[in-house]
């Protein structure tokens, strides 16, 4: 059974602190990706992980993709405000079908 | 990345009724994708749509209920039929662009269900 799974599925944190969300996926992958979807809106892409190793950064956001642990991850460096949000991983498989994680609700209290 | 636009944004409508919602790109694409996102929850995929085939059904989804049509490279519909309460989501379209086949998605139909 495929699967795709988030932890934590809630989170709240202080501004100014870091936190790592965590995606593992049920099988081999092609691909491994980010979204973000704040409240009332579609899915904005942010990352994509193409291969065991592979560390994208945006801002304070960062994201990293270990295929051999079947493991992403989303690492947010000194979190603001405007970081509010739900996030996604996607994991792509051959046939271009995406399977989803089940998104973790992100808060940041100032 | 392509612009997407979904109509209607929102709609309310009574049970055993059908809805068909339109995803629109400004670009051509060969793949459109459909999808379901319950209230507080992620997003499932409903079915692939390609142009001049018939659309590729996930498991839980059948033709019956939920038709498609994608009579070219820019456009496809998605038609909720027969409609119940269990049906209330937000429907997406989305569309793969690039070279790493990152999906993009339309902005959503909002879909409540009396």
């Known amino acids: 059974e495929l699967k795709v799974e988030q932890n934590p599925l809630f989170l709240s944190m202080q501004e100014g602190k870091n936190y790592t969300i965590y995606c593992n996926y049920s099988?081999?992958?092609?691909?491994l990706y980010w979204y973000r979807q704040d409240p009332g809106k579609s899915l904005e892409s942010l990352f994509v992980l193409l291969s065991n190793g592979a560390v994208k950064q945006e801002g304070r956001l960062m994201a990293s993709l270990d295929t051999k642990a079947r493991l992403s991850t989303l690492h947010i460096t000194a979190a603001v405000h405007d970081l509010s949000a739900t996030y996604f991983c996607?994991?792509?498989?051959?046939?271009?079908?995406?399977?989803f994680g089940t998104g973790t609700s992100l808060t940041v209290i100032p | 990345s392509a612009v997407i636009s979904q109509k209607p944004s929102r709609d309310i409508c009574q049970r055993g009724t059908s809805l068909t919602i339109q995803c629109q790109v400004d670009s051509q694409v060969t793949m459109m994708f459909w999808y379901r996102q319950q209230p507080g929850q992620s997003l499932t995929l409903i079915a692939t749509?390609?142009?001049?085939?018939?659309?590729?059904?996930e498991s839980g989804f059948v033709i019956d209920k939920f038709p498609i049509s994608r009579p070219n490279l820019t456009f496809s519909t998605l038609t909720v039929s027969n409609m119940s309460p269990e049906d209330s989501s937000i429907y997406l379209c989305s569309v793969e662009q690039g070279r790493v086949d990152t999906q993009y998605f339309g902005p959503g139909t909002r879909l409540t269900v009396l």
């Open positions: 749509a390609n142009q001049g085939s018939e659309a590729t059904y």
């Open positions: 996607a994991w792509g498989v051959s046939g271009n079908q995406f399977y």
């Open positions: 099988t081999t992958s092609d691909r």
